[in-house]
């Protein structure tokens, strides 16, 4: 009974992850840069259960059978597939095409990596993110610093585009920023499209019907829980009547 219990408990937690992760997919639908992640969960190993109640002087070994402890999460990834451009007729708009990342500086120094191309200048007219990131470039020279507008000229801009051999080397630091170690991402020439901008690649449909799953087996759970503890009531009351 314990051990039924043990494992509806690990399965309902695996089912609040679960719900979280859909729910924070839903809510950035309209994130631009956004990417949707995603949980791998898989059946645990399967145990053999025995005792030594069988036979006449209930001391003989007797199999019980197997016993699956419940589920696991095996990964969380993120998908970075590339969503949709739009159109916003804002000349501070960029979207990349293809691979690659914009490059930022955050406010402690700290290199970091999006997608998310709606910027704005601050009141030094440098292109920074909607958060206040500096948005890092590369003169002619090689030089990395930041994009300097003047006269609310965006044209010839060259942003510092960083890619990585691995996606799963990024760390996801907010909903559309990123992290690596140091000496991972390598500069690429990325292709950029100004006054657009990509959107989240969540679909709706999909995360509505993952929510909906969810909901099943959480009520399933619940009533494997019910009739767990409606048993535990009854062999309480039985072994006291006794």
Do not use: C, W
């Not at 080397?169 to 991402?185: H, M, N, P, Q, R």
């Amino acid at each position: 009974m314990i051990r039924s219990l043990n494992t509806i408990n690990r399965n309902m937690n695996i089912l609040q992850k679960k719900q979280e992760n859909t729910s924070a997919n839903i809510t950035n639908v309209n994130t631009p840069g956004f990417k949707f992640q995603d949980i791998v969960q898989s059946t645990m190993e399967t145990h053999q259960l025995v005792n030594y109640a069988g036979g006449r002087d209930a001391n003989r070994r007797q199999e019980l059978g197997g016993f699956i402890y419940g589920n696991q999460i095996d990964e969380i990834y993120r998908n970075f597939e590339q969503g949709t451009l739009v159109e916003t007729g804002n000349f501070s708009d960029f979207a990349i095409i293809g691979n690659g990342f914009f490059t930022i500086q955050m406010d402690d120094g700290t290199i970091a990596y999006t997608r998310n191309g709606n910027f704005k200048l601050n009141e030094n007219n440098e292109l920074v993110t909607m958060e206040g990131y500096i948005v890092l470039g590369s003169s002619e020279f090689d030089e990395i610093g930041p994009i300097v507008v003047e006269d609310n000229d965006f044209t010839n801009i060259n942003f510092l585009i960083s890619d990585f051999n691995d996606y799963r080397e990024l760390t996801s630091i907010g909903d559309t920023i990123f992290t690596a170690d140091e000496g991972l991402s390598f500069a690429i020439n990325g292709e950029v499209k100004q006054a657009f901008l990509e959107s989240s690649n969540v679909v709706i449909v999909d995360e509505l019907v993952k929510m909906i799953e969810i909901s099943r087996e959480f009520e399933a759970n619940q009533k494997l829980l019910h009739t767990a503890d409606e048993t535990l009531n009854k062999a309480v009351n039985e072994v006291g009547r006794v």
